[in-house]
């Protein structure tokens, strides 16, 4: 069974640091690109990063660059989104996507085929 699933949210102070991994099962995560987006209540689902599967391209949201940095692990079959200096604005729902076509940019949901089932990250004091 093809299964994303997301781990490491939970709550942190502002300034502080959260490692996002998303594990895949069922298949190969060396040939697909995978997309971090995080949802805020009440605000729609937003791209925050993207690591491309064949030369390892990485794409991030203006509001988290210098601040968060995508990587992937083939061998376990694991993409982490290592997140620093993390404020407020960052709090929601984070979820892991597998690329599947080309077409639409990275940025958008309708890019992707299989989504995790999200973890929540909360930025407060």
């Known amino acids: 069974q093809l299964q994303l699933v997301e781990s490491g949210g939970g709550l942190v102070q502002p300034g502080g640091s959260l490692r996002l991994s998303c594990a895949a099962s069922?298949?190969?995560?060396?040939?697909?690109?995978i997309g971090w987006f995080r949802q805020a209540p009440g605000k729609e689902r937003e791209g925050v990063s993207y690591?491309?599967?064949?030369?390892?391209?990485?794409y991030y949201v203006d509001s988290v660059k210098g601040r968060f940095i995508i990587s992937r692990d083939n061998a376990k079959n694991t993409v982490y989104l290592q997140m620093n200096n993390l404020q407020p604005e960052d709090t929601g729902v984070y979820y892991c996507?597998?690329?599947?076509?080309?077409?639409?940019?990275?940025?958008?949901?309708?890019?992707?085929?299989?989504w995790g089932q999200g973890t929540q990250v909360t930025v407060s004091s």
């Open positions: 996507a597998r690329r599947a076509t080309s077409g639409p940019p990275w940025t958008s949901r309708y890019a992707y085929d299989y």
């Open positions: 069922g298949f190969t995560l060396v040939g697909y690109s």
């Open positions: 690591i491309s599967n064949n030369n390892g391209i990485t």
